[in-house]
């Protein structure tokens, strides 16, 4: 099974500062996708960003990038001008294209505080 | 347009108890999945259904079942509730099974089993 690793339980960033959140996973599979969510404490999983492995490009959505190294099997979350809004879980997911159904696999989740 | 909603928000449940855990999807959207999110822990997939039919299952114990209703409403039941049952179970949809980009998650229901 594939499984997918945040080795960051928390971190902290100051507003308006820039901030990275690790992933890395392990798979067999050459083609998948790959998510952050983020989750309020409302606790509405809100998707942020989505990458398709067989694309080169990262990924953008306005203040949110990632760095995909598919080889390193490696997928962070950076986080521009950090907003008080974006203190929440962040979790990482991986999706095989293969499967038919839409599970997904995450991991334990980084706790990211937002510094006034 | 109302996003994925769940019922009930809370509930709380004695060890031996069984329990029915409801989802509604985005109109439109006929397929619903169910993850347990233990506490400190990324969701966990235990159920697919699309078009009223199982198209997936985590790796849970029987005592955990799901179905899906015409109007594309799902349930999760869970018998025999034990202690590590306690946990928020999200239920989120998608327009039809494949469509990665379209899941959407409800608030969950927190479940507390006593």
């Known amino acids: 099974a594939q499984t997918v690793t945040q080795s960051q339980p928390e971190m902290s960033v100051q507003e308006a500062e820039t901030v990275t959140l690790s992933c890395t996973y392990d798979?067999?599979?050459?083609?998948?996708?790959l998510f952050w969510y983020k989750q309020p404490p409302s606790r509405q999983m809100i998707l942020v960003i989505r990458?398709?492995?067989?694309?080169?490009q990262n990924a953008t959505e306005n203040r949110f990038s990632v760095n995909f190294q598919k080889a390193a099997k490696s997928f962070s979350l950076k986080i521009s001008d950090s907003q008080l809004g974006d203190a929440a879980m962040y979790f990482c997911a991986y999706r095989s294209i293969s499967n038919t159904g839409n599970q997904f696999y995450f991991g334990t989740g980084t706790s990211l505080t937002v510094i006034p | 347009d109302a996003g994925v909603t769940q019922s009930p928000t809370h509930l709380i449940k004695t060890r031996g108890q069984h329990v029915t855990l409801r989802c509604s999807p985005i109109s439109g959207h006929k397929s619903v999945s169910w993850y347990q999110q233990v506490l400190g822990q990324g969701p966990q997939f235990i159920f697919q259904y699309y078009e009223k039919e199982e198209r997936g299952r985590g790796n849970f114990p029987d005592r955990f079942s799901a179905r899906q209703f015409p109007n594309y409403s799902s349930e999760l039941n869970v018998n025999a509730l034990l202690l590590g049952d306690s946990a928020l179970y999200l239920c989120?949809?998608?327009?039809?099974?494949?469509?990665?980009?379209?899941?959407?998650f409800g608030p969950g229901t927190r479940l507390t089993v006593t």
């Open positions: 990458q398709e492995a067989y694309k080169q």
């Open positions: 798979t067999s599979e050459s083609d998948y996708y």
């Open positions: 989120a949809s998608s327009l039809r099974q494949g469509l990665v980009h379209e899941q959407y």
